[in-house]
């Protein structure tokens, strides 16, 4: 949802004194273990009192957690400072399970001034060198020294290059609502997490900090190479993950994060929305369009279009009435589909109902006289629920029972969430926010009243034509909710959001949440604990079911609870490409693997061409969804033929591959392994070309997905004009998808001719076996394309073998009672399936093709097909046709 809201960055004064000046900290009294090592910091000096005043005592703590995991944390010995509350992220402390001997990291430091180094044990190398510390009331600082160039990839959200620039850069993480989502800024979400690639060898640093930050990536002749954090608040708790593998650090990071949530099979069908839609009867148009035009409409969502005057929990009596809200959803859950509405964090002060419902428990985000704050939103005046009040989840909780109810209200079945970062139209320091709001933030008028609609087949009569927690307070110390004295308002230290302040479109730091904290502290956790407190209102309403949220903004650790959308971005080729980075830093990074960009563009008028290309990329989208804004052209895949035919192929595919990828996903549910969205260099890190590669990826661990990167030359093309792309195939065994034809990577760019629109590169990578569905463009939902049969798919490696698996439960409950886990292995013609047969179903595999079999090149890639017609309730073996 687009945010009407624009700042110019303000210029800040610059500080006389400089933080080059502070005197450091050394080191006194040294408490060492096998597993661990404390120490007391104290300032090596005068305090130098540059962005606030330097702590003078600060404490040390060392933890070989496991093996592959250091825990170094420095905080203040009062234990004033504000710390991350348990209750919204839970890292691992106190946890011994390595030594120092044992462990694959090594910890050093030097007394005076205190500097700290980790290193892999195996070579030695420095990973990070810590020096330059300066602890302030508002300023945190740390630098490491790095390799020339180094290969970092995370510190999102932002729109920038893959791998991060290594010269004059800055990533400044503040969740923040930015349209068109621009470069070199801060986005919506906040993820402190590194990946560092070095001859082959990975490792990750995340830095469990919810403050404001920039972080800078900078090389200058004085100063060599390195990374620094420039933090206005908060401690430093380091945890350094050592890989080796990409995947490693993968899997390591969700060890202290947790591992992303489980997803329902029918959030991967696909999805439909525009903001914009003017009535109940429009948004059933669309439904009827879609199943007219042939192409398999999942889930149908609507903007804030719905309600009453933009306040949340309320229907547009007139517009959305209930009982055709209630016929629609009917109508959807009869075909087997979904509908799913937004939901904004602020309550209208004009909304007595819910208003008054959380006055009462008081639930909202106060200033610090206690008094509640009014910002501004689509409704006008506003107050925001405070999420992190205990009682917000029962509010919370209340309002999803009675309005999403399955009996007597909008039975929906899942959850968009946004303007979450929160966002706040009323400029600071909007000293009359009611009379503002009124001035100039009055709800759009709605759209004049349709009096006439179309028949639509199917539907109700309605829709004919007639008419129109818990904290770890430690005795004898502070609770670490935040130092006082400090200017929430005017930071000493300015970070680079691209607005200039803090306090640009979102609510105020210095506003008051639950549990004396600030949003100074807090901002970057706001969204968490909508998710948290949604989630909990779903699982309460239907509570075996997996809840479906899709969020905008978000912090560390989110996955484990919800899904994301990369928010407003534009009709615009740039960030067709840019989906493809966002989507491979989101799932094998960030550990939110359930992450889609709105196809074909939010913001201004997409075209046919890119509409068609970005059908077929959205494709391989883990939430593949369709949203344009209110002020572009719909943009529906049926609206154009071009479009049609390649949304209509891209499902199908889709659908054929749903299995392989709800099987992939299931597997980074489990253990955090990256195998949903992954980077080129996670799959081959010894292969350096693989670093820069900014727009191919796997969907899957076996599959490689190469999409046009050129933009068409012309607005509106035919289903055969064509373009061609230049991809890299590392050194391995390939197949094309399409054709079934052994391509051999070699290491070098390859360029594939007669890209039509409704193609798109596709290769499988040998070693694989994939479980496909077959006639799976004959189904309309991923319910019937439940009901098909499976074919397998064999992808030979260079040795002629293969492997897949198979993960089968019933596709929705929170804990499934029964569920299947199939392993393949094939070996120069022979096939064995085994594994647990937990789940039970009458489905078959009815047959297996091996790729680049006996064929001619240029037809047809596939051996003969073998007929299996087995089972999957049991383990088998099998010849199969090569
Ligand atoms: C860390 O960096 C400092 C300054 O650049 C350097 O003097 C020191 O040797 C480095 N420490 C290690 C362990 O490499
Ligand atoms: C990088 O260093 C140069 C030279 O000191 C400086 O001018 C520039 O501002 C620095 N960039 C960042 C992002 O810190
Ligand atoms: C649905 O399709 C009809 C017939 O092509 C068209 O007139 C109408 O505008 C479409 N409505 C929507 C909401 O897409
Ligand atoms: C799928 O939808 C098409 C078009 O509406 C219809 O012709 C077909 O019968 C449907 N298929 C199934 C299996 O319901
Ligand atoms: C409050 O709501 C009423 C009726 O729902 C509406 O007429 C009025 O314009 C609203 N006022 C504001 C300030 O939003
Ligand atoms: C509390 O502080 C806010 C912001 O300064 C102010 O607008 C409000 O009037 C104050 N409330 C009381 C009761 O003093
Ligand atoms: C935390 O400590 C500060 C300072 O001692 C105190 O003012 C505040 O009330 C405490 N907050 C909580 C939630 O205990
Ligand atoms: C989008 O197209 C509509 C009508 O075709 C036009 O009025 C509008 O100005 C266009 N928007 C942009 C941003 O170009
Ligand atoms: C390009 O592909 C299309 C569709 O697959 C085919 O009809 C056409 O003949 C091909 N053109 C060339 C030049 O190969
Ligand atoms: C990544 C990117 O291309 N961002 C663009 C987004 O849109 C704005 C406004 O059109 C451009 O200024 C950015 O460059």
Redesign the pocket.
Known sequence: MRQTYFFLGLVVAVSAASVDSCPGYTVGEIVQSRSSLTADLSLAGDACNVYGSDVSNLKLLVEYQTDSRLHVKIYDAEEQVYQIPASVLETPSGQHGSSSSASDLTFSYTTNPFSFAVQRRSNQDVLFNATGLVFESQYVRLRTSLPQNPNIYGLGEDSDSFRRETNDYTRTLWNRGAAFLPQHQSLYSSHPIYIEMRDGQAHGVFLSNSNGMDIKINQTELEGQYLEYNIIGGVLDFYFLSGPEPADVARQYAGVVGTPVEQSYWTYGFHQCKYGYEDVMMVAEVVYNYSQANIPLETMWTDIDYMDLRRTWTLDPERFPLHKMQELVTYLHDHQQQYIIMVDPPISLNDSASYDAGKEKDLYIKWANGTDFVGTMWPGPISYVDFFHPSSSDFWSGQIASFFSDESGVGVDGMWIDMNEPANFCQYPCANPIQAAINGNLPPPPPALRTSWDPLPGFPADFQPQSASKRGVKQDTGNMTGLTGRNFANPPYSISTGDGTLNAGSAWPELRVYGDYVLYDTHNLYASQMIAQSRQGLLDRRPNERPFIITRSSFAGDGAKTGKWTGDNASIWAHYLLSIVQHMEFASIFQIPMIGTDVCGFNDNTTETLCARWAMLGAWYPFYRNHADISANFQEFYRWPLVTIAARKAIATRFQLLDYFYTAFHQQTVDGSPTTIIPLFFQYPNDPNTLNINYQFFYGPSILVSPVTEESPSPTATE?D?QSVTLYLPQDTFYDFWTGEKVIGTGSQITLD?I?YT?IPVHVRGGSILPLRVDANQANTTAQLRTHDFELLIAPDANGKATGSLYLDDGISVNPSSYSEIEFSYDNGHLTVSGTFGFHTELQFVGAKVMGGNSIKGSNGYSPYTQLNKGLNEGWEARVNT
Do not use: H, I
């Open positions: 055969t064509s007669n039509t193609d």
